[in-house]
């Protein structure tokens, strides 16, 4: 019997393999990202700050928004664009929206085949009509929603650095809210089969997390990252705390908090923050108590995709009644800029240095998926070796192993953004 | 799955997958395609399909080539599919990954263990693979992978390239009959020939349908020569890809040459002064190395020599284009127009230009852009500078410049109205005038710099050999 898994897992964004080594007593895991370099932060030096967001949102088609962001956010640091309240709503909403969008992607067309015994879309919408049909409904609700704010669903275009490029007029926030409005509706529904999951058990072997601390508020924008220890800093000291290392296997960074394997994400941010979800604590009452187990990071997909959808209809209905503020003008100059947002998959950093011409001259980012990438190695040696023990199958092993990977969203064409320096 | 229509396969390589993302967003016309349309989707990691077929009917491809190992993965896919995609700018230009042209294993080296091969240059997947549809945008419009898949079910399996210049698919382009060649495979309707030519005002060019069908062609799909097209050969100057050409004439001159024939190279100014720029040499090297073509002598000359303006007005056409140009709109000012020149070039000599509309006159025409790629052999900057062995000047002096189409435009209603009654109008209808001409050699600056550092070239030969 051969004792080690190389599994190549699908239903993510990317390529990635799993390797198991159950050889020895001490269980060796590996989490293999076999992506093609892309070298973003080489690509990006020399250029205009005005075309690096454009460039950066390539980093991910799923995620493209949350780049978009987050490098949008480096640069007005940079440049000390001090954007209007309504822009910074407007922007919290655009997050907010597409982590839903990403969530019933990634729960209802990815992650939720593992439990219910389907192996691809196809096989799901023969066994579940249902659920596959108000999936579909709600992901199209949501990329309207996306369409009507970012322009696009994959690469926006509706925002330059300083604000957005075309005035949201009451219409089209208010076509927004009712598209929202609908999927609320849906979503309260959907949700149901996520939170009554059975997951496997698993406790967290690591539970170290960082995330982004508003002042108020979930998933709003913030200057201050803390983490599970209770340590809050500055988004610009986060290479004090965050360090970047080279796996020598994978085509990905990871990093280590303190010296430590940590993870970002839903989990993460409903862990520190759950009492802040106004309006769905009912649910939050349910999960609270597996959110040790990173499968959980389902659930808490689940509760952050109903937060997301109703928060966002309550902002814009805030919004639509007064003129907006939605430029501001943007002077050139020389800095240094951090830009923090908590994405899809958890925190994302994005850091420039700007030459008095606005020409970049350095840049960093870190993503989720290079963040929680040793987490994944410790839980699934955790959770091999308690499957060992148990004396299940390979198969089972690696069925297992994959919803696991799965269940925390990897994004692999994130994670091989990096450039290697020193 | 034996009765399945169609059996797809979309793999991935380096890219953003959001072109998968989109496909995804489908939904519902996804799910229909696989039920109602009998679509079997056999390799899509992200949907869960992950069977390796021996045989594909579609292929698609996301993402660009980095390294050798995807390279040979490209060609076995393009061996076991009858039809292969390219989906989105990363495959079909290169996108995003391309601009990581200047990095090699150096940045790399700290990654010798991980799963990837050695990196080559990002280029389009064409270079590779022959390619059959393209799918454009970053990312691809959902709606056309979906009519793209539908005609493909239905067996509508049609070559994209072909749609592309609908108005000439059998043959070369000419306006009497050999200038320009177009090539539908290369051509990636990014619209730069049709906006020059509708800066020109001449609008022979035109972008056509939508989706998958958008092609460039002229109006009614009417042969080139029915249309207004003045055979500037902008077009061809400034399409990014190659697709749109002039006829060379390379070959036969290197042939002539090779078999010892006594050729004079007549130069033009400006074609000198471009190549000098482009080259980043002295001019006087570059007659040097043009003899070392095997040409037995270059002689600097300028269509102004032979200009021989009556005492009354006269507009004159530097070229075919402007004399096609005036013909054509401005039919009342006719009477005033002189010949075109390059009509008394002595037989057995080449004319080496800026102007792809002077190749109208004969086969012994060289483009300043064809020159260049037969220096390509020589080492220029090694050589000694040398005079040419005549020098022509111009006949007339004192007369008005009229470059460009505004500029023209404006002095020829002037004509028209009578407020220029008298004096020589030299005119030229290309902006930049013939320092930008259709025949140009590729230089590797940006337009405002390249056009600057050419005048630069340009003012500098005329001081010195203008003086000599």
């Known amino acids: 019997m051969s004792l080690s898994i190389q599994s190549k897992v699908d239903r993510v964004f990317g390529h990635l393999e799993v390797q198991v080594d159950l050889r020895d007593k001490d269980v060796k895991t590996k989490f293999v990202v076999m992506d093609d370099l892309r070298f973003f932060e080489h690509v990006v030096i020399g250029r205009k700050f005005t075309e690096v967001p454009y460039i950066v949102s390539r980093i991910c088609g799923a995620c493209s928004i949350a780049h978009f962001l987050a490098s949008v956010n480096a640069v007005e640091d940079a440049l000390k664009v001090e954007v209007s309240e309504d822009v910074m709503m407007l922007k919290e909403v655009m997050n907010k929206i597409q982590i839903a969008q990403n969530t019933v992607v990634h729960l209802y067309f990815l992650a939720i085949l593992d439990y219910l015994n389907s192996r691809n879309l196809n096989e799901l919408a023969l066994s579940k009509p249902e659920l596959v049909k108000s999936a579909i409904i709600l992901n199209s609700l949501c ?33 927004t809210v009712k598209t929202l409005d609908k999927a609320e509706k849906v979503a309260r529904e959907l949700i149901k089969p996520i939170i009554d999951l059975d997951l496997p058990r698993l406790e967290d ?61 839903p989990r993460a941010r409903l ?73 899809p998959r958890g925190l994302l950093i994005h850091h420039y240095r700007l030459n008095d011409q606005g020409i970049i001259t350095y840049a960093n980012v870190i993503t989720p998926t290079v963040m929680f990438s040793k987490h994944v190695e410790v839980a699934t040696k955790s959770l091999s070796k308690k499957l060992l023990e148990e004396g299940v199958s390979l198969t089972e092993v690696e069925a297992k192993v994959g919803a696991l990977v799965r269940a925390y969203d990897p994004c692999l064409v994130c994670a091989v953004h990096l450039e290697v320096r020193r | 799955m034996t009765n399945s ?53 579609v292929v698609f491809i996301e993402g660009s080539i980095t390294s050798e190992s995807e390279v040979k993965k490209l060609v076995e896919l393009r061996s076991k599919s009858k039809v292969l995609v390219a989906l989105g700018s990363c495959s079909f230009l290169g996108g995003v990954p391309a601009l990581m042209k200047d990095l090699k294993e150096g940045v790399a080296k700290n990654l010798t263990n991980a799963p990837i091969g050695k990196l080559v240059n990002v280029v389009p997947i064409g270079k590779y693979v022959k390619v059959d549809y393209w799918l454009r945008g970053c990312p691809i419009n959902n709606v056309e992978f979906l009519t793209l898949i539908k005609k493909l079910v239905e067996g509508k399996f049609f070559r994209q390239g072909e749609r592309r210049f609908d108005f000439c698919r059998t043959s070369v382009v000419n306006v009497n009959g050999k200038l320009l060649n177009l090539d539908g495979e290369k051509c990636i309707v990014c619209g730069r020939c049709v906006s020059v030519c ?13 989706g998958i069908d958008i092609a460039v062609s002229t109006p009614f799909q009417e042969p080139l020569d029915n249309t207004p097209c003045i055979s500037c050969g902008l077009c061809a100057a400034y399409c990014p890809v190659g697709a749109i050409n002039y006829m060379n004439n390379i070959q036969l001159i290197q042939d002539m040459l090779r078999r010892g024939e006594k050729l004079i190279a007549y130069l033009e100014y400006e074609a000198l002064a471009a190549l000098a720029e482009s080259e980043e040499v002295h001019p006087g090297k570059l007659i040097t190395a043009i003899k070392e073509l095997g040409f037995d002598k270059v002689v600097l000359w300028t269509p102004l020599a032979e200009v021989r303006p009556s005492t009354d007005l006269s507009i004159v056409p530097m070229s075919y284009a402007e004399h096609k140009y005036i013909t054509q709109f401005y ?86 109205r009578g407020i220029i009654k008298t ?41 010195t050999y203008l003086t000599l």
């Not at chain 1, 690591?206 to 508003?214: A, N, Q, R, S, T």
């Not at chain 1, 928060?311 to 007064?322: H, I, P, Q, T």
């Not at chain 2, 229509?5 to 967003?25: P, T, W």
């Not at chain 2, 679509?39 to 399909?49: M, S």
């Open chain 2, 198 to 210: 509708s800066n020109l005002g001449v609008n022979a060019l035109g972008i056509i349908n939508r």
């Open chain 1, 205 to 265: 072997p690591e539970p170290h997390y960082v995330v982004l601390d508003p002042p108020t508020g979930y998933l709003s924008m913030s200057d201050y990252i803390v983490g599970s220890d209770g340590v809050r800093f500055r988004k610009s000291e986060y290479l004090n705390y965050i360090s970047e290392g080279v796996s020598e296997y994978s085509t990905s960074k990871y990093c280590l908090y303190n010296g430590k394997t940590f993870f970002v994400g």
């Open chain 1, 271 to 343: 862990l520190a923050f759950s009492e802040r979800l106004s309006g769905v604590s009912d649910i939050v009452g349910h999960v609270r108590e597996e959110l040790k187990n990173p499968f959980a990071n389902l659930k808490a997909k689940a509760v952050e995709l109903l937060y997301c959808i109703a928060n966002s209809k309550e902002v814009l209905s805030s919004l639509k009644g007064r003129d907006l503020n939605i430029r501001t003008d943007v002077k050139v100059r020389a800095g240094e800029g951090v830009g923090v947002i908590e994405a």
């Open chain 2, 5 to 57: 229509k169609l059996v797809v396969g979309i793999y991935s390589f380096g890219g953003c997958d959001g072109c998968r993302h989109e496909i995804l967003n489908l939904g519902d016309a996804l799910l229909e395609l696989l039920g109602k349309y009998n679509v079997t989707i056999a390799h899509e990691p992200l949907l869960g399909y992950v069977d390796e077929k021996e045989e594909y009917d």
């Open chain 2, 423 to 463: 004096g020589a109008i030299v005119t030229y209808i290309c902006p930049n005038g013939c320092l930008m001409g259709g025949g140009q050699p590729y230089s590797r600056l940006p337009f405002e710099v390249c056009v600057e550092c050419r005048e630069n070239y340009y003012d500098k030969l005329l001081k």
């Open chain 2, 331 to 416: 039919p009342d000012l006719k009477k005033y127009l002189t010949q075109p020149p390059a009509t008394r070039i002595p037989y057995r000599a080449v004319l080496i230009t800026q102007c792809v509309s002077r190749k109208v006159y004969g086969d012994y025409v060289l483009t300043a852009r064809e020159v260049q790629t037969m220096l390509r052999s020589l080492d220029i900057t090694e050589l000694e500078p040398t005079d040419p062995d005549h020098i022509y000047r111009p006949s007339i002096y004192g007369y008005l410049r009229a470059v460009g189409p505004y500029e023209l435009r404006g002095v020829l209603e002037a004509v028209r």
């Open chain 1, 143 to 175: 990329l309207q929603a996306t369409k009507l704010l970012a322009g696009r669903i994959v690469n926006p275009n509706t925002y330059v650095v300083g604000g957005f490029t075309k005035n949201l007029t009451k219409e089209v926030l208010e076509k």
